[in-house]
Nanobody, 114 residues
Framework: QVQLVESGGGLVQPGESLRLACAAS????????VGWYRQPPGKEREFVVS??????SYADSVKGRFTISRDNAETTVNLQMSSLKPEDTAVYYC?????????WGQGTQVTVSS
């Protein structure tokens, strides 16, 4: 079992950058997979990025602009977002998969607007 807490959301202008963090209550090194989803206003939750056994996979819409990473202590999953667009506006959720069970954070709001 694990608790996940996201932080770092906020209001930014188009073209700016933002870094989200997902703090886990235990080491993420043994987790099968960690990553991020997002839910734009009025839409379904959608995949953003996953990281499993050192390999990352990105949605086409964020490829080349977003980067997932882990801190050295293996307790935080970061999402560096660059060249943000208005269509990136969403609630961002981190998740972890442990023993085939998914765990989710409460989400953090990212708004990209001029």
């Amino acid at each position: 079992q694990v608790q996940l807490v996201e932080s770092g959301g906020g209001l930014v202008q188009p073209g700016e950058s933002l870094r989200l963090a997902c703090a886990a209550s235990r080491s993420i090194s043994s987790m099968y997979q960690v990553g991020w989803y997002r839910q734009p206003p009025g839409k379904e939750r959608e995949f953003v990025v996953s990281n499993s056994r050192g390999r990352s996979s990105y949605a086409d819409s964020v490829k080349g602009r977003f980067t997932i990473s882990r801190d050295n202590a293996e307790t935080t999953v970061n999402l560096q977002m660059s060249s943000l667009k208005p269509e990136d506006t969403a609630v961002y959720y981190c998740y972890a998969i442990i023993n085939s069970r998914s765990y989710w954070g409460q989400g953090t709001q990212v708004t990209v607007s001029s």
